[in-house]
């Protein structure tokens, strides 16, 4: 293609190409595009599909983009007059945020090249326009994003060329998000890892390097060790000096104050998630819950969960833990949640600062179980979310602090028993006085009567039999609801 000039725009990969136009009585010829002529003004583009639309006066198409297989474009207008328009979305350009507009008409048969990482749109001046472009990748309809028209950040003088009270937008055109919206909703979200090791030397690094390796987030990792022997700290120091992580030494309190003491000590964050020291991130773990949780009102408790993979010390699959998930997990109501103790598994708990502010008003003496209460806390006052999608490899050792696949049945129910038994010391009593003294009030009528039975439960045969029908009416799990009725059955009970 002849080229008769280019000129180069502000914006850096911006071109406004006017190509050569030969005339005579019976009309003109032009090239519209030749590959060798472009790549001798700098366009090394290789373009695979060309597209053509027609549009009447007053018609904004745009501002449009993609994120999966973004594309460059040769835009021209074949018959008619447009305004074109450029805005750089390039995250890294000292003119993010800038735009370029060109007039292109039938009659000066101008292009204007625009690269990859740019918003794209076009108003039409003339009664009727046909606008032809070539693009360098094809379209993409989950890539597809766009920003508002007549964003007022970015101020594109649309009214110089149309009517603005006559603009005809698509329903998709007027629903696009502003530029500070759209880098508010892509950017990284930053995520406090939390994380209490003991004596882990021996798999910390590769669950370390796992986590940050994270996609699509910003760690923040904060870690607590509770009283190491071995060479924990040694490594961990490492991993400090380098600056990435935050580390805090203590005496030995145990896993579950050492995990209390992280999440009220920690940084403030928009996202939390519960780490253990021996098993590995898959790396779409934490973007995955943030996705899911950035979605759902922030001023109420969400908490986030998956199933996990369970592996051994070579990370050699041994068992998924989403069998007959869908009865386990199926409704995450408070009361089950509740009763039924390893319905959650915090390594896998990903939670927003609503839910953090909420566990920071218990004292830590007060918790038996970090994650226990965490998954409480959202399903009575909030929302829990729980997903199938394993992104993380539960490592199974001699060495676990807490196995997931360590107890076994009877002990599982000896523990469910002992809630019943053992007044004051019993997980859930203490957990039914945690809501009593410092939740009550913004639990449900139907939760506080829960809480109410399972408080007095001790006290007389009555409320015995109130707490029996309560489970049967309104426990909706198959399984918890059996297993706890059976239990009230035991005459040591």
Not at 260 to 284: F, M, T
Not at 443 to 458: A, G, R, V
Request: hydrophobic share 35%; proline share 2%; with cysteine.
């Amino acid at each position: 293609m002849l080229i008769k000039n280019v000129e180069k725009c502000d914006i850096e990969g911006l071109l406004v190409i006017e190509p050569a136009v030969f005339e005579d009585d019976r009309g003109y010829f032009m090239e519209t595009f030749n590959e060798r002529d472009l790549e001798k003004v700098g366009i090394k583009t290789h373009f695979v599909q060309d597209n053509q639309s027609k549009s009447t006066k007053n018609v904004l198409r745009g501002l449009h983009f993609q994120t999966i297989h973004p594309q460059a474009k040769l835009v021209r207008v074949i018959k008619g007059e447009v305004y074109d328009v450029a805005v750089d979305l390039r995250k890294d350009s000292p003119t993010f945020g800038k735009w370029k507009g060109v007039l292109l008409t039938e009659k000066n048969k101008k292009m204007f090249y625009i690269p990859k990482g740019f918003a794209h749109g076009f108003a039409v001046i003339s009664d009727e326009a046909v606008f032809s472009y070539k693009c360098d990748d094809y379209w993409c309809k989950e890539g597809e994003r766009g920003i508002i028209w007549n964003d007022p950040d970015i101020n594109i003088n649309w009214g110089d060329y149309i009517n603005l009270k006559k603009v005809i937008l698509s329903e998709k055109d007027q629903k696009h998000p502003t530029l500070k919206e759209w880098v508010s909703d892509n950017s990284p979200k930053e995520v406090c890892v939390l994380l209490s090791t003991y004596n882990g030397e021996k798999f910390l690094r590769e669950q370390l390097d796992s986590v940050l390796s994270q996609e699509g987030v910003k760690v923040k990792l904060f870690v607590r060790d509770d009283g190491s022997k071995d060479r924990t700290v040694e490594i961990l120091r490492e991993y400090e000096k380098a600056g990435k992580l935050q580390l805090t030494v203590g005496e030995n309190l145990g896993f579950a104050k050492s995990f209390s003491w992280l999440i009220n000590n920690a940084p403030e964050c928009e996202y939390y998630a519960c780490c253990d020291q021996d098993d590995v991130w898959l790396p779409k773990k934490l973007i995955n819950g943030v996705n899911e949780i950035k979605n759902r009102n922030s001023l109420i408790p969400v908490l986030y969960y998956t199933t996990l993979t369970v592996v051994d010390k070579n990370l050699k699959p041994i068992v998924h833990s989403n069998k007959n998930s869908k009865e386990v997990h199926r409704d995450n109501i408070f009361v089950e949640n509740l009763l039924f103790n390893m319905l959650c598994a915090g390594c896998t708990m990903i939670f927003n600062n609503s839910l953090r502010e909420l566990y920071r008003t218990i004292p830590v003496n007060k918790i038996s179980s970090h994650d226990y209460t965490l998954n409480n806390i959202a399903s009575g006052l909030g929302e829990v979310i729980f997903s199938e999608d394993s992104q993380i490899l539960y490592r199974q050792h001699g060495n676990n602090a807490v196995g997931f696949y360590n107890a076994s049945i009877k002990n599982f129910m000896n523990s469910f028993k002992s809630f019943f038994t053992k007044e004051l010391k019993s997980t859930r009593f203490q957990e039914a006085n945690i809501f009593k003294a410092y939740f009550y009030e913004k639990l449900s009528d139907e939760n506080k009567m829960f809480i109410d039975l399972l408080s007095k439960y001790k006290l007389n045969k009555n409320y015995k039999k109130k707490l029996k029908k309560f489970i049967k009416q309104n426990v909706q799990n198959k399984f918890v609801k059996s297993y706890t009725i059976n239990l009230l059955r035991l005459k040591k009970l």
